[in-house]
Nanobody, 125 residues
Framework: QVHLVDTGGGSVQAGGSLRLSCVVS????????MGWFRQAPGKEREGVAV????????YYADSVKGRFTISQDNAENTLYLQMNSLKPEDTAMYYC??????????????????WGQGTQVTVYS
């Protein structure tokens, strides 16, 4: 059974950093698409970053380019999101997600087959 566990959220002052982790089990991690999404209260779930685990290609939302970095440790089946220069508008619940058969639009939540339970990130000014 596929299982994603995301951790690492917290409360941080604007300008600070956090690193989110997502441990994946139950399938061959090295041949999929892994993404980070976020959802703030009253807003739609938003694609933040994605990595295609086979080749390592990455894409980012414009709002986080230059501040966030998605990476992976294939040996540990773990996905990361390093978040620097955090802003209050980054406050949201963050989720990792897995698309086992890549081919859809990475920003579309419907593309993904499995989700983590979410980890809260709060940035205060």
């Amino acid at each position: 059974q596929v299982h994603l566990v995301d951790t690492g959220g917290g409360s941080v002052q604007a300008g600070g950093s956090l690193r989110l982790s997502c441990v994946v089990s139950g399938y061959t991690y090295s041949s999929s698409c892994m993404g980070w999404f976020r959802q703030a209260p009253g807003k739609e779930r938003e694609g933040v970053a994605v990595i295609y685990t086979g080749g390592g290609m990455t894409y980012y939302a414009d709002s986080v380019k230059g501040r966030f970095t998605i990476s992976q440790d294939n040996a540990e089946n773990t996905l990361y999101l390093q978040m620097n220069s955090l802003k209050p508008e980054d406050t949201a619940m963050y989720y990792c997600a897995a698309d086992l058969f890549p081919g859809g639009t990475w920003r579309d939540p419907m593309t993904y087959d499995y989700w983590g339970q979410g980890t809260q990130v709060t940035v205060y000014s």
